[in-house]
């Protein structure tokens, strides 16, 4: 029986991991933390439960194929619901657009503030969608493992249909003048931990996404996505370790053959690493092994956008809230500049809250709720390794959340920090620490840049033979079903050369 040791227990490894033990690999899976699912997580603060992570679940047909890979219905592990609307956008000006299927209910409210750009919504929608099936047809769904890939002449003409080195903020203007509705899309972005001022147009593809295949809730929190999977992984006899740190990729001859950990060494005819891509070149193979990520290659790499958290119980229901809420600052294209410029956190940073209590009662209280709070941060410092000397300290890190309540109360949620019941905040640092992301980057590296974006590291080490790597820092890219997919191509491909 061929075997696979798969370091990193996030959906990207679990999506591979079941994939290879249905086909009958032996399969080793180990994870550092002392629970699966390695940026998304459960917390339970006294009666309030959180999710820490991912929290906008779309494109559910890339976890359904996880399950129907192994013979599995995925209704059976995990029970999704639709959100209608899809999310509530506040503005500095006190506008609020409320994200919906309908074109005409987006319509009806982007006009009253820009009645133009309700008008060239439809077309901006057209342009949406179509970049969304180019990038379905060849992109998404396929590996770019060499230049073989990367030069069919049918990806070089969909390359130039999807404007590569148009930014996404000069796609929107192109449809829209209005700060909220440039804002209002530009957003998507940041979904891959980018700024629309920089990252190319593709990303508009997120509106098409959204609108027409909506998105979606989970009942007992996203967190059961990860239940869901490790459960499937253990009937399929996939061999799990928990808080098991991996300190050396074993290299032979240029080929990857098993892996040291704290639980011990693990033989394997492949090694599969979920964990971020630029951590484990830096940390797990020594320099002399891997010539073409050399640590000035890994240095080179621009960190997406990291985050600042805190997770808020109060005794009070909001009625304004829904499940996704976006609260934006009057000045959008200054939260950038401080991101990836000056990189300092913000003085005045969008804030996103995913209150899931909003449909499903059973995580929190009776007339209480659970809020997750998110403001985007600038990535770590360079070679801070474990250390950290940068903005987040721990007593800055309490300052700042308190500033991020205030706001909110600003808002219009009155009453929130009287209110808190229980309190946690999880900073870059937090980040770094937990779940090896290299420099607290939450989507591995930005794309900001065409080449970062198109040709992000390989999914099969170019050095060593017997490596291949999953999950948001390589192809296709961040972001929850993404990484899922990932998983199964990977698999799909591995199965190839193991048979």
Not at 6 to 19: F, K
Not at 242 to 270: L, N
Not at 455 to 479: K, S
């Amino acid at each position: 029986m061929k075997s696979a040791v798969i370091i990193g227990g996030g959906i990207g490894g679990l999506s591979c991991a079941i994939r290879l033990a249905g086909a009958g690999v032996r399969v080793t899976l180990l994870e550092q933390q002392a629970t699966l699912g390695g940026k998304l997580q459960r917390v339970q603060l006294g009666s309030y439960q959180f999710d820490r992570g991912p929290s906008t679940i779309t494109m559910l047909e890339s976890f359904a194929k996880i399950f129907k890979s192994v013979g599995r219905h995925i209704d059976d592990y995990i029970h999704f619901y639709p959100l209608t609307p899809l999310a509530r956008n506040v503005f500095a000006d006190g506008h609020t657009v409320d994200l919906t299927t309908s074109i005409e209910a987006m319509q009806q409210q982007i006009a009253a503030f820009a009645p133009q750009d309700a008008a060239n919504y439809p077309q901006f929608m057209a342009e949406a969608r179509k970049l969304y099936a180019i990038s379905k047809k060849a992109f998404l769904h396929q590996l770019m493992l060499g230049w073989h890939d990367k030069l069919k002449p049918s990806l070089a003409v969909s390359f130039l249909q999807i404007h590569p080195f148009t930014t996404l903020q000069k796609l929107l203007l192109r449809y829209f003048k209005h700060p909220n509705t440039l804002a209002l899309f530009g957003r998507y972005a940041t979904y891959v931990g980018s700024s629309p001022y920089e990252a190319p147009a593709i990303f508009a593809m997120m509106a098409s996404l959204e609108a027409e295949e909506g998105i979606y809730g989970v009942y007992g929190g996203t967190y059961e996505i990860v239940c869901g999977l490790e459960k499937l992984a253990i009937e399929l006899g996939v061999e799990i370790h928990k808080s098991c740190r991996v300190q050396r990729i074993i290299i032979e001859h240029k080929c990857a053959t098993g892996v040291e950990s704290s639980a011990g060494t693990f033989q394997a005819d492949v090694v599969v690493a979920n964990a971020d891509a630029l951590t484990v070149y830096a940390t797990m193979i020594e320099e002399r092994h891997r010539p073409a990520m050399s640590d000035k290659k890994i240095a080179s790499y621009e960190p997406s956008l990291s985050g600042y958290v805190v997770l808020a119980g109060v005794n009070k229901v909001y009625p304004q809230l829904l499940h996704h809420n976006v609260y934006f600052p009057p000045n959008y294209e200054q939260e950038f500049k401080q991101l990836f410029k000056e990189k300092t956190p913000l003085t005045e940073p969008t804030i996103y809250i995913c209150y899931n209590g909003h449909d499903d009662r059973e995580v929190a209280p009776q007339d209480s709720s659970n809020l997750f709070i998110l403001v985007n941060a600038p990535s770590l410092p360079e070679s801070t390794g474990f250390q950290y000397n940068g903005p987040f300290t721990e007593s800055f890190s309490e300052q700042y959340g308190e500033h991020v309540l205030q706001m909110l109360e600003k808002r219009g949620l009155n009453d929130l920090r009287s209110s808190l019941q229980v309190q946690a905040t999880f900073t870059p640092v937090d980040l770094h620490q937990q779940t090896g992301a290299h420099r607290g980057a939450i989507y591995g590296i930005s794309s900001n840049r065409a080449q970062q974006t198109f040709f992000r590291p390989g999914n099969r080490a170019q050095d060593i033979d017997n490596l291949w790597f999953v999950g948001g820092t390589t192809h296709p890219g961040g972001g929850t079903p993404i990484v899922a997919l990932s998983g199964q191509l990977v698999a799909e491909r591995l199965l190839l050369n193991l048979h």
